[in-house]
C-alpha cells in the first residue's frame, strides 16, 4: 500500500517580516509514464522554478545551498531554496495566478507571521488555501531534517575567531544536538531551549534584531540594501563610534578585568559634535552591525547561563553573508563564559522554518 502523497507540486513556505522563504522540492525519480501524465501546469511550474536563479527583480534562487538526492515523502530529489522580500507577497500571489497553480493543489504550507496576513489575499485571489503551522514547530523540524541529511557537514563554528589571519570555519557533529540554544536572528529575535526534537521554550527574544540592524543602518547611511549594509559595515572601524573602556579609564579598567578595547558605551562617541562630524557612512554601518550583534550575543549568554546549556546555535537571514556578526558572536560567547560556552552556525541558516512547513506537508 502507498503511503498518501499530497499532489505536486511539494512546497514549504515561511513568510516573515522581512523576507519570504520558499522551499520547493523536486523529484529526480520521474518514471516516463508520470513524465506522460504529469500535466501542462506542473511542468510549466517546475521549468519556471529550475531554471532561473532570478524571478523578477526581487527573488532569488540560493543555488550554493541546493540539496540533491534527498529522500522526501518516498520520494527522491532536489531541495531548492529561494527567497524573496515579504513585501512584493502581491506580486507572487499574482504569478501564482498568472501560472494557474490552483488547479494543481487547494493548499499550500506556510508558516511565519505572513501565513495569517496574506491567508485572506490567497483564497480571493488564487483559491488556495494557506494551511498553517507554528514557525517555531517548523524551525526545529527543519533544522533536524536538514543536519542530518546533508551529506557533507551543515554545523559549524569559528577557530579563533578574533585572529583575522588564524581565523577559520571548522564543521562541528552536530549528530546529537540537544539541550541547545537556538538564537533566531530574524527581523526580530526568538531565543528557544530545546531540549529533544518535540520539547521546547521559547524562553526569550529581543525586538533589536536584523530589522533592527537594516533600518537603523538605513537612517544611518542611506544605504538601500542588506548587501550594501554588510558592504560598508566591513570597511568601518566601530570604534569611532562607541565610546570604549579606554576614552574613559584612558586604558584597562583591571579590577574587573575590561581590558580597554571593551565597548563601554554603544554609539557613546556620537555625543560629541566633534565627532560626528568625522564619523564615516562605513563607521557608522559597523558600529550598527557591532551593537545589534553584541546585544543579541549578550541576551542569548544570559539565556543559555539559566538554562544551563552550552551549545548556542545562532540562525536566520541576519547572519546571511555576514561574517562580522557570526565572528563576534563565537568570541563573545567564549570569551564572556571562560570558555564553557560554544556558538554554532547553519549554512541553511535561515531557511529552516520553511524546511520544516514542507515536512508538515508530508505528514
Ligand atoms: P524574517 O522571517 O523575520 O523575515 P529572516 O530570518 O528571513 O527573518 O531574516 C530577516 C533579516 O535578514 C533582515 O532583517 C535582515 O537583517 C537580514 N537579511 C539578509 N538578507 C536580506 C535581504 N536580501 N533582504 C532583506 N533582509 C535581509
Redesign the pocket.
Known sequence: ELPFKPPMPWFGM?I????T?LIYFEPKDITDEEKEQEVETLRVIRKYLTSNTAYGKTGVRDEQLEMCDMPLGGRIGTIHFIRF??SEMTAFIELAKAKNFSSLAKSICAT?GGAYKFEDEFKKQVHLRLHKFDELDCLIQGMQYIDRHNPGFECYYWKQPNEPEQCEKVPFDFRNPYPCLIVNI???VSILAVYSATKYSRVSGTSL???T??GLCSLLTGCE???EAIELASLGDSTNIDKLVRDIYGGDYGRFNLSGDTVASSFGNMISQERRKTASKSDLARATLVTITNNIGSIARMCAIQQGIQNVVFV???L?VNTISMKLLAHAMDFWSQGTMKALFLEHE?YFGAMGCLLELMR
Open positions: 515561511d516573515g517580516g522581512s523576507l522563504k522580500p515579504s511565519g530574524g527581523s526580530g534584531g536584523g530589522g540592524f537594516l540594501t542588506f548587501e536566520g537571514n541576519f546571511r535561515g
